[in-house]
């Protein structure tokens, strides 16, 4: 079964900061030149904010939509954030999100999630082949400083060398228009369409921008635990809810 990195949003408490320490960092970021909250995406992607500045990046390839979102955010200290400006990733899925008003940077990490859509059912492909749980225990650790750059850095490479190319994407339902009949808003779906059998919720429906709006809700239970997240769709697949900003009630 596939292990799935946890969102995670830590503030590492382990220095005194001062005030004066923010404008330091803002001093710093604009001296170099270092945007906020900003990303440059591969081509194919757009970038998109919802009403809270969240940034959201979206890429159609015919039938297949990949989205990228929050995997783990974390505050660092500024001579910590030159350290993560040196990741070959830093400001493609990584980025400075915001200065902290104690000066700390707070760190995005971004991941990918992908979705086939095809006769009105959209599928999510999930990869049965992912890392370890302790390849994600590593990077926490690492950032809470229990671990140091060497060692994170070669137990990191030993893991991904393993892992890195190898995948295995089974697509399953979520979500198909004619799934919920009159009254009924949850459908526990068989093996055949969804591997994992999930539970599929309609929380909500509604009309915006003259088009269907669906909320629905993913359940399960994995390794006796419950688990739950939900996406904000409408009729045409748009993320409602992060591509672009709206008031709503």
């Given at each position: 079964m596939?292990?799935?990195?946890?969102?995670?949003?830590?503030?590492?408490?382990?220095?005194?900061?001062?005030?004066?320490?923010?404008k330091?960092?803002?001093?710093y970021?604009?001296?170099?030149?270092?945007s906020?909250?900003?990303?440059?995406?591969?081509?194919?992607?757009?970038?998109?904010?919802?009403?809270?500045?969240?940034?959201?990046?979206?890429?159609?390839?015919?039938?297949?939509?990949?989205?990228?979102?929050p995997?783990?955010?974390?505050?660092?200290?500024?001579?910590?954030?030159?350290?993560?400006?040196?990741?070959?990733?830093?400001?493609?899925?990584?980025?400075?999100?915001?200065?902290?008003?104690?000066?700390?940077?707070?760190?995005?990490?971004?991941?990918?999630?992908?979705?086939?859509?095809?006769?009105?059912?959209?599928?999510?492909?999930?990869?049965?082949?992912?890392?370890?749980?302790?390849?994600?225990?590593?990077?926490?650790?690492?950032?809470?400083?229990?671990?140091?750059?060497?060692?994170?850095?070669?137990?990191?490479?030993s893991?991904?060398?393993?892992?890195?190319?190898?995948?295995?994407?089974?697509?399953?339902?979520?979500?198909?228009?004619?799934?919920?009949?009159p009254?009924?808003?949850?459908?526990?779906?068989?093996?055949?369409?969804?591997?994992?059998k999930?539970?599929?919720?309609?929380?909500?429906?509604?009309?915006?921008?003259?088009?269907?709006?669906?909320?629905?809700?993913?359940?399960n239970?994995?390794?006796?635990?419950?688990?739950?997240?939900?996406?904000?769709?409408?009729?045409?697949?748009?993320?409602?809810?992060?591509?672009?900003?709206?008031s709503?009630?």
């Amino acid at each position: 079964m596939k292990i799935c990195p946890v969102i995670l949003s830590f503030f590492y408490a382990g220095t005194v900061f001062s005030q004066t320490d923010y404008k330091f960092t803002s001093d710093y970021f604009i001296s170099n030149n270092i945007s906020l909250n900003v990303l440059r995406p591969p081509k194919g992607y757009s970038v998109y904010y919802n009403c809270d500045s969240m940034l959201f990046v979206r890429g159609d390839f015919s039938d297949t939509i990949k989205i990228w979102t929050p995997g783990l955010e974390w505050a660092h200290s500024l001579e910590q954030f030159k350290g993560v400006m040196t990741n070959p990733e830093y400001g493609k899925s990584i980025f400075a999100k915001s200065i902290l008003s104690d000066g700390r940077i707070l760190v995005d990490t971004y991941i990918e999630t992908k979705f086939i859509f095809k006769s009105d059912s959209l599928f999510e492909l999930e990869d049965t082949i992912s890392k370890p749980s302790e390849y994600f225990d590593l990077t926490v650790k690492h950032v809470q400083g229990l671990i140091d750059d060497a060692t994170y850095k070669e137990k990191k490479d030993s893991i991904e060398l393993v892992y890195n190319g190898k995948h295995a994407y089974i697509a399953k339902l979520i979500f198909a228009k004619n799934m919920f009949k009159p009254g009924k808003k949850k459908v526990k779906l068989p093996r055949k369409v969804n591997y994992l059998k999930d539970e599929i919720q309609l929380e909500k429906q509604w009309i915006e921008d003259g088009k269907n709006c669906y909320l629905i809700r993913i359940n399960n239970i994995e390794n006796g635990d419950k688990t739950t997240y939900a996406y904000a769709i409408d009729e045409d697949l748009k993320f409602v809810w992060w591509q672009g900003c709206k008031s709503r009630h």
